[in-house]
């Protein structure tokens, strides 16, 4: 299991001529929370097009690296296009609040959990109530319900089933979980 920020930043490699093709610097979503693909670094500031590398092209994400398969997975596309992503985009997933159906807010999206295989979904929410809270009582680990249209992902907020907030562990556990 992978922690999405742990990604970001990680160059992006070609495997069979080891060239780096890229950084990465976000991930795109569906509005199912399937990854769709890795965003990369764009040196131009106010870029029209966004560079990046679709999820099926991916073969490993690795602690320091990311592998594709060829320099041909790295395609550019209309940056409207990235509706949703976890830094960026028109929704952007960080920091948005989980509540449930109930009305009682969770905390705030601080990071996702997903497999490194194409085609995964989120597995699990690590949720922040702010920088104090997280000093003194850590943040929280949320496992993503195994139905996926249980979840509502939301422009403003990400809605989640009543029972999430007995299911809420502290991070540390989550880390034993596969």
């Given at each position: 299991?992978?922690?999405?920020?742990?990604?970001i930043?990680l160059?992006?490699?070609v495997i069979?001529?080891?060239?780096?093709?890229?950084?990465?610097?976000?991930?795109?979503?569906?509005?199912?929370w399937?990854?769709?693909g890795?965003?990369?670094?764009?040196?131009?500031?106010?870029a029209?097009?966004v560079?990046?590398?679709?999820?099926?092209d991916?073969?490993?994400?690795?602690?320091?690296?990311?592998?594709?398969?060829?320099?041909?997975?790295v395609?550019?596309?209309?940056?409207?296009?990235i509706?949703?992503?976890?830094?960026?985009?028109?929704?952007?997933?960080?920091?948005?609040?989980?509540?449930t159906?109930?009305?009682?807010?969770?905390?705030?999206?601080?990071?996702?959990?997903?497999?490194?295989?194409?085609?995964?979904?989120?597995?699990?929410?690590?949720?922040?109530?702010?920088?104090?809270?997280d000093?003194?009582?850590?943040?929280?680990?949320?496992?993503?319900?195994?139905?996926?249209?249980?979840?509502?992902?939301?422009?403003?907020?990400?809605?989640?089933?009543?029972?999430?907030?007995?299911?809420?562990?502290?991070?540390?556990?989550?880390?034993?979980?596969?």
């Amino acid at each position: 299991m992978i922690k999405l920020q742990q990604l970001i930043g990680l160059p992006v490699i070609v495997i069979h001529s080891g060239k780096h093709v890229g950084t990465v610097k976000d991930a795109w979503f569906d509005e199912h929370w399937k990854l769709l693909g890795l965003v990369l670094a764009n040196a131009k500031r106010f870029a029209t097009s966004v560079i990046l590398v679709k999820w099926s092209d991916v073969l490993t994400c690795g602690e320091d690296a990311v592998l594709i398969s060829g320099e041909d997975a790295v395609v550019s596309v209309k940056a409207s296009e990235i509706l949703r992503s976890f830094n960026s985009g028109t929704v952007k997933l960080k920091d948005l609040p989980v509540v449930t159906v109930q009305g009682v807010q969770l905390g705030r999206l601080s990071d996702v959990y997903f497999y490194p295989f194409q085609g995964t979904q989120i597995i699990g929410y690590e949720l922040t109530d702010g920088f104090i809270s997280d000093l003194m009582e850590g943040r929280k680990w949320l496992r993503a319900p195994d139905d996926s249209d249980a979840v509502l992902l939301g422009e403003d907020a990400i809605i989640v089933p009543a029972v999430s907030e007995t299911e809420l562990e502290p991070v540390a556990a989550s880390n034993s979980i596969e």
